[in-house]
């Protein structure tokens, strides 16, 4: 079993950059493949990044992709989302995931979720 914290979250304007962080307790974090989520008001849960138990494949949302990088430091527990050239439309609560596979594009799939952190973008 893992526990799962993020933190980073805040307020930015248009154009600018945040890294989210996802903490995981225990000693088994690299068997697990990690991955990040983000939930509007009113929407629901999607996809936005993936990577695997090693951090030597990544997957990401169409949305995403060119501006957002995800990476892992297995020996801190901890997983990255860099965040730059964030837009309006990426305001959303953040969630990190863990599943023992990797690279799931549903919420369904994923055994452990952190509480989530706010990520506010404004224009």
């Known amino acids: 079993q893992v526990q799962l914290g993020e933190s980073g979250g805040g307020l930015v304007q248009a154009g600018g950059s945040l890294r989210l962080s996802c903490a995981a307790s225990g000693r088994t974090f690299s068997s697990y493949g990690m991955g990040w989520f983000r939930q509007a008001p009113g929407k629901e849960r999607e996809f936005v990044a993936a990577?695997?138990?090693?951090?030597?494949?990544?997957r990401y949302a169409d949305s995403v992709k060119g501006r957002f990088t995800i990476s892992r430091a297995n020996a801190k527990n901890t997983v990255y989302l860099q965040m730059n050239s964030l837009k309006p439309e990426d305001t959303a609560v953040y969630y990190c995931?863990?599943?023992?596979?990797?690279?799931?594009?549903?919420?369904?799939?994923?055994?452990?979720w952190g509480q989530g952190t706010q990520v506010t973008v404004s224009s």
């Open positions: 990577i695997s138990w090693g951090g030597g494949s990544t």
């Open positions: 995931a863990a599943d023992h596979l990797w690279g799931s594009t549903l919420a369904d799939e994923y055994d452990y």
